[in-house]
């Protein structure tokens, strides 16, 4: 199983990035899937999710308004458009999967497969 995040980098505030995270290794079309992200000195906490068909997604309120969560099942991607970015945005950005039939999942420790992150920063 491999999840390998991608499109981080340095962005002024109240500019955007695009994140995407490429999936093989398990039947990507079948999995919830969550962006989740850890500043440092912070635990790692929920940011967006989609459900397997992608008719449902779930924001943190920190995030609700100025992020999208979108995936595509014929290519195994799901991706984090993130807009209007602040400081506090600041972070290591993680993709997630989980198998969770008709349940939104907001936990880090309900997801099974991980990736390794990309870093986001926002200059003020």
């Known amino acids: 199983v491999q999840l390998v995040e991608s499109g981080g980098g340095l962005v002024q505030a109240g500019g955007s990035l695009r994140l995407s995270c490429a999936a093989s290794?398990?039947?990507?079309?079948?999995?919830?899937m969550g962006w989740f992200r850890q500043a440092p000195g912070k635990e790692r906490e929920f940011v967006a999710t989609?459900?397997?068909?992608?008719?449902?997604?779930d924001y943190a309120d920190s995030v609700k308004g100025r992020f999208i969560i979108s995936r595509d099942n014929a290519k195994n991607t799901v991706d984090l458009q993130m807009n209007s970015l602040t400081p506090e945005d600041t972070a290591v950005y993680y993709c997630?999967?989980?198998?969770?039939?008709?349940?939104?999942?907001?936990?880090?420790?309900?997801?099974?497969?991980w990736g390794q992150g990309t870093q986001v920063t926002v200059s003020s």
């Open positions: 997630a999967g989980v198998w969770a039939p008709k349940k939104i999942i907001r936990t880090t420790g309900e997801y099974t497969y």
């Open positions: 290794g398990f039947v990507f079309r079948i999995y919830d």
């Open positions: 989609i459900t397997y068909n992608g008719d449902s997604t």
